[in-house]
Nanobody, 124 residues
Framework: QVQLVESGGGLVQAGDSLRLSCAAD????????MGWFRQAPGKEREFVYA????????RYADSVKGRFTISRDNAKNTVYLQMNSLKPEDTAIYYC?????????????????WGQGTQVTVSS
């Protein structure tokens, strides 16, 4: 069992930056690929970014290319999502998720554990 807790969301203006964190409990964090997803009001949850267990491989959605980056610190059991040049369309609840295995995945069904989410609101 892995429990995930996201933090770092908030209300910002377009063009601002935020860094989301996702802290995991347990001693097996390094065995899980980690992903970030988001869900805007009235829309389906969508993939944003994922990172392999070692951090060497990443995968991202085209919508965040060049603006967001992902990283992880296995010593701190934490994964981060750095979001720059935020746009109003980035407004959503952001969820982190853990998938047992090394590869960064983009499909919701491939993830085993989910956090409760953190709200990100970008005003224009």
């Amino acid at each position: 069992q892995v429990q995930l807790v996201e933090s770092g969301g908030g209300l910002v203006q377009a063009g601002d930056s935020l860094r989301l964190s996702c802290a995991a409990d347990g001693r097996t964090f390094s065995r899980y690929a980690m992903g970030w997803f988001r869900q805007a009001p009235g829309k389906e949850r969508e993939f944003v970014y994922a990172i392999s267990t070692t951090g060497r491989t990443i995968r991202y959605a085209d919508s965040v290319k060049g603006r967001f980056t992902i990283s992880r610190d296995n010593a701190k059991n934490t994964v981060y999502l750095q979001m720059n040049s935020l746009k109003p369309e980035d407004t959503a609840i952001y969820y982190c998720a853990a998938s047992f295995g090394s590869s960064p995945l983009s499909t919701i069904a491939q993830y085993d554990y989910w956090g409760q989410g953190t709200q990100v609101t970008v005003s224009s």
